[in-house]
Nanobody, 125 residues
Framework: QVQLVESGGGSVQAGGSLRLSCVNSGFTYSSNVMGWFRQAPGKERESVAAIYTSDGSTYYADSVKGRFTISLDGAKNTVSLQMNTLKPQDTAMYYC??????????????????WGRGTQVTVSS
């Protein structure tokens, strides 16, 4: 059974940094893509970043470009999201996601096959 478990969320002041991690277990093969999406209260889910395991290509939402960095570990079963220069509007539940029919571009949240339970990120002004 596939499981994605996120960690690293928390509360930080605007301008601060957090690093989210996600361990992916249960795959019998490497997922073709891993990524993160978020959902703030009362808002729709929003894709944040994705990385394709075949070539390491990365994609970001415009709202986080230049501030967030997604990366894979050597075994490709852990994906991290380094978040710098955080803003109050980054406050949301962040979900790790894996496996998509896409092989290029930033998948929408509903284009992932698996996702975790989420980790809360709160940025205060």
């Amino acid at each position: 059974q596939v499981q994605l478990v996120e960690s690293g969320g928390g509360s930080v002041q605007a301008g601060g940094s957090l690093r989210l991690s996600c361990v992916n277990s249960g795959f019998t093969y490497s997922s073709n893509v891993m990524g993160w999406f978020r959902q703030a209260p009362g808002k729709e889910r929003e894709s944040v970043a994705a990385i394709y395991t075949s070539d390491g290509s990365t994609y970001y939402a415009d709202s986080v470009k230049g501030r967030f960095t997604i990366s894979l570990d050597g075994a490709k079963n852990t994906v991290s999201l380094q978040m710098n220069t955080l803003k109050p509007q980054d406050t949301a539940m962040y979900y790790c996601a894996a496996e998509s029919i896409l092989w290029i571009g930033l998948p929408r949240p509903n284009e992932y096959q698996y996702w975790g339970r989420g980790t809360q990120v709160t940025v205060s002004s």
